[in-house]
């Protein structure tokens, strides 16, 4: 019987949030592991995410599905508080503390490796000081001036992820001469402003960004070329997760699959990308894409 007990609530929105009633050791970066990909389970707690907007606005329900993805074996809980589908409405940084810092406390607690998935320095200090242990930042080359600082201060691991732009105008930055080379510049261009804040090069993972100011073809030139970014010399994140492309791609008589109906093709480019030595995927569907890393490394040896 595990020590831990939760008990989500079903009531209205005031409803508390679950009791964990005995704390359990918290899961490091260190603890992860590393014979196979990790698997990151996207807990969006925001009203308008394109996949699972409104189904976690409230703390108790985000709590129960991150418990849910703990149990089912996600490695890290990626929380995030504002969305980032194109044309969302930016969020106030108090608005997103206020959705995200319950449910990570809750969750440190029972014992998750959490990231921030946030482009606010202020965000992400705070999300850290309630047991956050990673930094997913997504604002690509607009990243908040005070976040080079912040991570070298605090010596956690930051996902630098590729994007132009923001919600509202990154659709219409997507213009490269070529993509892969034109996107290994610009994050090389941004990692050169976290060292320079002192940041450390073992701190940083990286991510292209996929759907971040990219078409459909961007992200299959992306992904057709993971290799190309062992140049950096840093863990590779990737997140397919039921996104348009992957819609696009399974459309029938012109209509793309909405994103409930794209997992199992997330699940292919999880095994693909697995195969490819990518370091984590950041996924909906913890249970598919933990089989999918599994039989990969199995696969590899
Ligand atoms: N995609 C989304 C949000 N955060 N973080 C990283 N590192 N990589 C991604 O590809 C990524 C991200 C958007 O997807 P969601 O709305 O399903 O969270």
New binding site residues.
């Given amino acids: 019987m595990d020590s831990l007990a939760a008990t989500p609530g079903t009531g209205p929105a005031t409803s508390p949030l679950p009791v964990i009633r005995a704390a359990r050791k918290q899961r490091t970066f260190e603890d992860l592991p590393t014979d196979r990909t990790v698997v990151l389970g996207?807990l969006?707690v925001t009203p308008d995410?394109?996949?699972?907007g409104g189904r976690f606005a409230r703390p108790d329900d985000a709590v129960a599905a991150g418990l849910r993805m703990l149990y089912g074996g996600a490695d890290i809980i990626?929380v995030?508080g504002e969305?980032?589908?194109p044309n969302a409405v930016p969020v106030d940084p108090a608005e997103e503390q206020k959705r995200v810092l319950p449910v990570i406390e809750t969750l440190a607690k029972a014992g998750a490796l959490i990231s921030i998935?946030t482009m606010n320095a202020s965000t992400a200090a705070l999300a850290l000081d309630a047991g956050a242990g990673i930094v997913?930042d997504?604002s690509g080359t607009d990243m908040d001036p005070d976040m080079p600082a912040l991570i070298a201060e605090r010596g956690v691991p930051y996902?630098l992820?590729h994007g132009r732009g923001d919600a509202r105008t990154m659709s219409g930055l997507a213009e490269y001469k070529d993509v892969v080379e034109d996107v290994l510049a610009e994050i090389m261009e941004v990692r050169d402003r976290l060292y320079n804040g002192g940041v450390s090069p073992e701190q940083i993972i990286v991510?292209p960004?996929?759907?971040?100011a990219k078409t459909e073809e961007h992200n299959w030139a992306l992904l057709r070329s993971l290799d190309r970014f062992d140049v950096l010399g840093h863990r590779l994140?990737?997140?397919t997760?039921?996104?348009r492309f992957l819609g696009t791609l399974l459309s029938t008589s012109g209509k793309a699959a909405p994103p409930e109906e794209r997992d199992s093709a997330t699940v292919a480019t999880t095994a693909l990308a697995a195969a490819a030595g990518v370091w984590g995927v950041?996924v909906?569907d913890v249970a598919a894409n933990l089989d999918a890393v599994k039989v990969s490394a199995a696969w590899n040896g």
């Fill in positions: 996207v969006n995410s394109f996949s699972d990626d995030g969305s980032t589908r998935d997913n997504v996902v992820m991510d960004g996929l759907g971040f994140l990737i997140g997760s039921r996104k950041r909906h």
